[in-house]
């Protein structure tokens, strides 16, 4: 018997305590390795400010892995959350997490940037793995409870929780891009994830485009019917007709928290130290991203190492900043980006630095909250140069942390931040002179213009904060109940202000990796584990977008 046949026997009559439930890959929490109890200590981030006050309002619970495999744990209590975790194996976070959510997934929604591989054993694992997750949802959800799954591990959670208990409100929410159609259709599997999807009430995504995207990819695929932000999903797969909802839901910043670290004296004062620590020059520049190729770390530092070799930056005044945390170290992908940037930090410094100067301090490590805050008030300029980003939530911190108005965000156009801080210098982190001259204009703009910019940006994150962006999500999910026939048009965010860009830039951009076609393992030889999909209607004439050719199946290893 399956998991979910199993599940569907056991919670047919009887429902579990808990009014809202919120579904993500991993609990809040991390081990504490230095607790000789080996204690558990909260992960802070924006998704638990977010959620924990509707937690403890309503009898809430939170499903995710702890992040410890092949050990099983009792649920538990922590700051007033109700944690309940999912085992999950060495082998699930080989083929499940490592490999089908960030070896094949991850590079497919951020455009390709690296190869995304196809294996049927990964898909195997990323199924059996959602299976799980929405089990626990079923048995431990109350009647007719709000669930609200996160991210592109559990894409499929939303349809199996509706087979099981159809007497939930379910919304899921999108946290990286959503591709354009011509790049999601790649995915062998990818109507089983679009019909995963499309079992919640409301889908959330961070950009307009990343949900016409969806809607556009529903169309292509499943021939469903979509108007503004609905798509009118019919009978099928053992559930009844219902309405879901795609719109975006831009993802914020706990603010007032940031506000008051950056108030702190102590914290102000190591700000001080950091400056003095790199030699008190006129200009820090700061790097803040995980390693990833999706960050654009190594055209960033490119453009920085032109600008000093020019003599238009020289390292007595400018000194840059780069933190790279680690970031699935394991994978082939993230060694050669470590690799990559390592090796250009080392020439930058070896040919552009001196005695007593560096032109590049690197730090590969992780920083707590209020460190960070420290090196967010050091930085006169911010350096955020992703290739595709969904937001980036640095961006907002180091907006957030300026109480003075004072400092400058180079912004790269491919992030979703950039659709709400106008105020940034936008550039296009492909084309090195375009960048190059973004940097120039943030280190040398005139203090009246940066501060006028920085006003405009702290406005929006005062307003837009992570808290007003969870009420309004789970706002709009229950309106949806009361009202689901209610069709929603779309709401294009505000566009960033353009960048001013140089009269003639300089043509000098570093050519992305290709979309690769799948490796020799994945060839058309062998067979999918998907089944042949039926030929597909057109769109009906309510489409808001037009219709794509569906394109032929790709096979997996």
């Known amino acids: 018997m399956s998991t979910v046949d199993a599940t569907e026997n056991a919670t047919a009559d009887t429902y579990g305590d808990s009014d809202f439930v919120v579904v993500a890959n991993r609990l809040p929490v991390d081990r504490d390795a230095s607790d000789p109890d080996r204690e558990w200590r909260t992960s802070p981030g924006g998704l638990v400010t977010a959620v924990a006050p509707v937690m403890k309002a309503q ?8 992040g410890v ?32 959510s960030n070896a094949t997934l ?46 592109y591990q559990l894409q499929l959670v939303p349809q199996l929780v509706r087979r099981m208990r159809p007497d939930l409100e379910i919304g899921f929410f999108n946290h990286i891009p959503f591709p354009p159609f011509e790049l999601f259709a790649q995915l062998p599997w990818r109507d089983e994830i679009l019909r995963g999807l499309l079992g919640a009430d409301l889908i959330g995504f961070q950009r307009p485009a990343d949900a016409a995207n969806f809607r556009r990819a529903v169309r292509g695929r499943l021939g469903f019917q979509t108007k503004g932000s609905t798509v009118t999903v019919p009978a099928g797969d053992e559930l009844p007709a219902h ?58 530092l490119k453009a920085y190492g032109e600008l000093l070799a020019e003599g238009r930056l020289n390292v007595e005044d400018v000194v840059l900043i780069q933190i790279a945390t680690p970031s699935r170290e394991r994978l082939e992908q993230y060694k050669l980006i470590r690799h990559d940037v390592e090796l250009a930090v080392g020439r930058i410094n070896g040919e552009q630095a001196d005695i007593g ?93 940066r ?55 300089e043509a000098v951009p570093v050519t992305p990796a290709p979309a690769a076609a799948p490796p020799a393992s994945t060839s058309a030889a062998s067979a999918s584990t998907s089944p042949a999909s039926p030929a597909r209607p057109a ?14 199946s790709r096979s997996a290893t």
Not at 59 to 66: F, H, K, N, S
Not at 252 to 274: F, N, V
């Open 357 to 449: 100067t560096i032109a590049v301090h690197y730090l590969h490590h992780s920083y707590p909250r209020d460190e960070m805050t420290a090196f967010f008030i050091a930085a006169d300029v911010m350096l955020v140069t992703a290739l595709r980003d969904g937001m980036n939530l640095v961006a907002k911190e180091y907006v957030a942390c300026r109480l003075d108005d004072d400092g400058a965000l180079v912004l790269s156009e491919f992030a979703g931040a950039a659709e709400q801080l106008a105020g940034a210098v936008l550039v296009n982190p492909h084309d090195i002179g375009n960048l190059k001259a973004g940097i120039m204009e943030a280190v040398t703009m005139d203090p009246k213009a």
């Open 243 to 300: 309405l879901v909802r795609a719109e975006a839901f831009p993802i914020s910043i706990d603010t007032p928290y940031l506000e008051e670290l950056a108030r702190d004296p102590a914290i102000i004062e190591r700000a001080a130290q950091i400056r003095e620590e790199v030699g008190n020059p006129k200009v820090i520049m700061l790097g803040v991203d995980r390693m990833d190729y999706t960050k654009g770390i190594r055209h960033r």
């Open 539 to 552: 769109a009906p004439a309510s489409s808001a977008e037009p219709q794509p050719p569906a394109p032929e």
């Open 451 to 505: 501060a006028r910019r920085m006003r405009q940006m702290r406005k929006k994150v005062k307003t837009d904060t992570v808290t007003a962006w969870s009420k309004r999500f789970l706002g709009e999910l229950e309106a949806i109940r009361a009202n689901p026939e209610a069709v929603v048009p779309d709401r294009p965010a505000a566009a960033g202000r353009p960048a001013a860009q140089p009269p003639a830039p």
């Open 106 to 151: 991850w590079p497919l929604y951020h455009d390709v940037i690296a190869p995304p591989e196809y294996h049927r054993t990964w898909w195997d694992a990323y199924v059996r793995v959602n299976e799980r997750f929405a089990a626990k949802v079923a048995e431990v959800a109350a009647e007719s409870a709000t669930v609200w799954v996160h991210d």
């Open 59 to 66: 009898e809430g619970a939170w499903i995710g892995w702890t």
């Open 69 to 100: 495999p092949d050990v099983e744990f009792e649920p538990f209590e922590i700051d007033g959350m109700h944690l309940i975790p999912v085992t999950l194996t060495n082998e699930d976070v080989l083929r499940y997490y490592e490999g089908f």
